[in-house]
């Protein structure tokens, strides 16, 4: 399956911003759709994600901020964030894979990558 982000931009401190990741292709045994967030010189992180059935998954820091949502029918994943900060500043990265739930938060388990779409917070 392929992936591809959209959404991102430059906003200020405060705002809010959807990202969306559409898929293409065949969606294979991809029962979990997540958002990495990757900041300069630092590893990819995990940020959020949302099994098939709808149960969610966040980091600490975005809890109560970010959304992540999902659309079965269309192979879509959306990620809204509110309250947007300068630490939120990063490439996003929406990922797809099988991945059992002890795994969700590690990159590595995930077998399809988006190309990411760059979020900028201004002071």
């Known amino acids: 399956v392929q992936l591809v982000e959209s959404g991102g931009g430059l906003v200020q401190v405060g705002s809010s911003l959807r990202l969306s990741c559409a898929a293409t292709g065949s969606s294979g045994n991809a029962n979990v759709m997540a958002w990495f967030r990757q900041a300069p010189g630092e590893e990819r992180e995990f940020i959020a994600a949302i099994r098939r059935g709808g149960f969610t998954y966040y980091k600490d820091s975005v809890k109560g901020r970010f959304t992540i949502s999902r659309d079965n029918s269309k192979i879509a994943a959306y990620l809204q964030m509110d309250s947007l900060k300068p630490e939120d500043t990063g490439v996003y990265y929406c990922?797809?894979?099988?991945?059992?739930?002890?795994?969700?938060?590690?990159?590595?388990?995930?077998?399809?990558w988006g190309q990411g779409t760059q979020v900028t917070i201004s002071p």
């Open positions: 990922a797809a894979g099988n991945v059992i739930l002890s795994e969700i938060r590690r990159s590595r388990t995930y077998h399809s």
